[in-house]
């Protein structure tokens, strides 16, 4: 679950490669790029759950 | 951002005498790191800072600079959507062509120097009393290498992130001038990959209760630390506006101002917080604060005027005490330093703060950009390659060497010869 969570970080960071390079408009960049940190923000709450859950599972 | 222009001989001297002071800023948290530490690993702890500090610089010296490359040097570079995408620099290995640079990119290169050493140093605190000095070295010559290089050359080597700007029209670009993303989220964002890794010292989280309070064995070291930081964050802060932001001379002690005063907030805000929380102020979550100040003002100290400098600190020192807390108790997050909370959060903090108070259009979608690409890229890039040097040289010590402490087992001999060690009751 760990490595999913952080697999998922990349995804947000070519999420807001892509709204360089798709919208000219400032606002819309900015809206896909907070979108793109939005995946990464995920992806470590995903990371970090995994960490506890594999931690939880060690002691039992 | 000023537009670049040559540096005169009084600038470039007073630049040069700025970075002489930086290091200070490397002793400073190597004291604060080792004062939160046990006391039967100190010795291992002030010894694995020199030597983080040391294989960090020779293995950047060896590969990483040429790869961190320069504004106006050789570089990988696609060509995508229609503009250029500069991401690797391909300058000479072992520092081929130092001497030939001009004076401004021979700054640039010594400040780098320090900065990588900076981000190979905070994770040595993240994993004290547990992680064994080869396995910190290895990670060091990695961060070296190839992490840094990678951040560095895309904040300052003329990368796609500088030239947001330029390609993009955003602002001037994603800026950094005291390496709050390249040097201490990059260190910070390590150091929770490293905790992830080696996990928790034994007896830290029982099976039942709450988290065990593993305090540092001296706080005086931590204190102290904190003043010696100071001194070089100052020099460090004022040489990056030289160097990366081209602040002229009138404006240095405006940059020095806030720098003293996002810290000076921070441990405001830290200790008001602590004295809320806890009755009283604790001494090494203030010491925490002011650190976070610290590493808020690399990024925006040559940006803010003076009261957005104290509100800027007074956020990170608000929200320091708390963070540490939330991954103790709640995230089972071991980090006797506090790098994650200081420096990744705090740095990240800065970052987007420098956006909010630059007045070019678009500089807050370039700093987002740029926070995007240190945790989409930088973690799970470091994660990887410790997972993986995790496998060929074991990151955590064996149980008996942690209970013996890292002095006695690494080193042969312990710190203060003298003392008598107390029993740890945690190991019951």
């Not at chain 1, 952080?6 to 907070?34: E, N, Y």
């Not at chain 2, 150091?191 to 996990?199: R, S």
């Not at chain 2, 390659?385 to 690494?410: N, S």
Request: net charge neutral; proline share 6%.
């Amino acid at each position: 679950m760990k490595l999913a969570g952080l697999l998922v970080m990349p995804a947000g960071f070519f999420l807001s490669l892509a709204a360089l390079a798709l919208f000219p408009a400032l606002t819309q960049r900015a809206a896909f790029v907070v979108c793109g940190l939005a995946v990464e923000g995920l992806g470590l709450a995903v990371a970090v759950r995994g960490h506890m859950g594999a931690r939880r599972e060690g002691e039992q | 951002m000023n537009p670049p222009m040559p540096l005169s001989d009084p600038l470039f001297a007073l630049a040069l005498a700025l970075l002489l002071l930086a290091p200070l800023a490397l002793a400073g948290v190597a004291l604060v790191n080792t004062g939160l530490g046990r006391s039967r690993s100190a010795a291992q702890a002030m010894l694995g800072s020199l030597a983080m500090v040391s294989v960090a610089a020779l293995a950047f010296a060896v590969a990483g600079v040429a790869l961190a490359g320069g504004p106006n040097d050789a570089s990988y570079t696609v060509q995508l959507a229609g503009k250029s995408w500069n991401w690797l620099g391909a300058s000479p290995l072992l520092l081929g062509g130092f001497g030939l640079a001009g004076p401004q990119q021979q700054l640039a290169v010594l400040f780098e120097f320090l900065a990588v050493a900076m981000a190979a140093l905070l994770p040595w605190g993240s994993g004290a009393d547990r992680w064994r000095l080869p396995a910190g070295c290895a990670a060091a010559a990695v961060t070296g290498t190839l992490v840094f290089p990678l951040v560095a050359h895309w904040t300052w080597g003329g990368g796609w992130l500088a030239q947001l700007g330029a390609n993009f029209g955003l602002g001037a670009g994603f800026v950094d001038g005291g390496g709050a993303g390249a040097a201490h989220v990059l260190g910070g964002v390590s150091a929770l990959a490293l905790v992830w890794i080696a996990g928790p010292r034994r007896g830290k989280f029982p099976r039942e209760g709450l988290a065990t309070a593993l305090p540092g064995h001296n706080v005086v070291y931590v204190l102290f630390g904190c003043l010696v930081a100071l001194v070089g964050w100052l020099g460090w802060n004022l040489a990056g506006a030289v160097i990366w932001l081209h602040t002229p001379l009138y404006g240095l002690p405006a940059v020095a101002l806030n720098t003293l005063l996002a810290a000076a907030g921070a441990l405001a805000a830290t200790f008001a917080v602590t004295r809320i929380r806890f009755g009283k102020p604790d001494a090494s979550l203030c010491a925490n604060g002011w650190l976070a100040g610290l590493v808020t003002s690399c990024a925006c100290a040559g940006i803010a005027r003076p009261w957005e400098a104290i509100m800027v600190g007074l956020v990170a020192g608000a929200g320091t005490p708390l963070l540490v807390e939330l991954m103790e108790l709640a995230l089972s997050i071991d980090d006797p330093s506090g790098a994650i909370a200081v420096h990744a959060a705090g740095g990240l903090w800065g970052l987007l703060a420098a956006g909010f108070l630059a007045p070019q259009a678009g500089q807050l979608v370039a700093q987002l950009v740029g926070i995007a690409a240190l945790l989409g890229v930088a973690l799970p890039l470091v994660y990887l390659l410790f997972w993986l040097l995790d496998k060929a040289i074991p990151f955590r010590v064996d149980p008996d060497g942690e209970r013996i402490g890292m002095d006695l087992h690494e080193l042969g001999g312990g710190a203060y010869p003298d003392f008598v060690i107390h029993r740890d009751e945690s190991y019951k």
